[in-house]
Each structure stands twice: as C-alpha cells, then as structure tokens.
C-alpha cells in the first residue's frame, strides 16, 4: 500500500516537472510561428524544450526527482516574472497595432526589442535550469534522454513531410 502511495506521488511530481517544464518551454518562440524548417532555426529555439526530455527519457531516482523540484522551485519566481513581462509587453504590442491612426514600424521598435529581450531572459532561465538538472544525471540517463531526443526529432521530421503540402 506504501509503495502504491509512493507511486503516485512520484508519478504526481514528475506530471508537476513536466508541467512547469512545458510553462519554461514557452519562452523560446513557438515552432509553429516560424516558416523556417527547425534545421535552420537557431539551435537556442530548442533549448526550452530540454528539460522534459531530459526528465522524461532519464527515469529519474526519487533522490533526483527532489533535486530537480528543489531546482525548479528555485527559478520558479524569476520565471514566472518574466512570462508576466512577456504577456504585458505583447499585449502592449498588440494594443499599438490595433489602435487607429497612423503606425510605422518605427514605432514598434521599443516594443519589439523589449519581447525580444525577454524571450532571449527567458530562454537563458530555461537553459541554466536545464544544464543543473542535466548535472545531477548519470552518464547512462544521459545516453537515454539522447536517444528520446533523437527520436523526437525523427518523429517531428515525419510530421513535417506527412504535413507538407503536395505540390504538382
């Protein structure tokens, strides 16, 4: 009974690391907003994404999982900060577009260059938490969150050409 309770705790928690790894993938732009294929988009787009990967291929021990929450928990303020800066300041862009009266690109400057900042803090927050938990993994869970992520990328490959239109 202990061992079924302890389960599903642990099984809640790595639901919790996956969610808040999700809410960190979020800071680099969404690859459904590029038109570039990802083999040439930067290799820092990706960097958000890690972190499941790396928690979900690794199987983590109960010691391990306590480290990574301990990390997450430690970011989690300055990244929730930084989400609420981002959705402010695109909201604030998109108020600008929308409102009447003339608008060069000029004058979205600022806000621009403010989103771009915070997606660049953004995706640093999300690499550093990745690389600690990367740190506390054994060379073996390495090698299989390596091969989760090539697999990964061999499946969205086969999205990407299942999806691509015909042409004539």
Do not use: W
């Amino acid at each position: 009974m202990a061992d079924a309770i302890r389960k599903r705790h642990a099984m809640r928690g790595q639901v919790a690391l996956v969610g808040l790894a999700a809410l960190l993938a979020c800071a680099a732009p969404a690859r459904a907003q590029s038109a570039l294929p990802s083999t040439l988009m930067s290799p820092g787009e990706d960097a958000g994404l890690l972190l499941p990967l790396l928690i979900r291929g690794a199987a983590l021990t109960p010691e391990q999982e306590t480290k990574v929450r301990d990390i997450i928990a430690a970011r989690r303020a300055s990244t929730h900060a930084l989400l609420a800066q981002l959705r402010q300041a695109q909201h604030d862009l998109a108020d600008k577009l929308f409102a009447p009266g003339a608008l060069q690109e000029t004058d979205l400057a600022a806000h621009l260059q403010q989103i771009e900042q915070l997606r660049t803090q953004l995706l640093q927050e999300s690499t550093r938490v990745a690389l600690e938990v990367r740190a506390i993994l054994t060379a073996a869970q390495l090698t299989k969150a390596a091969q989760v992520k090539d697999r990964m990328r061999t499946l969205q490959s086969e999205m990407r050409q299942i999806l691509q239109p015909v042409r004539p």
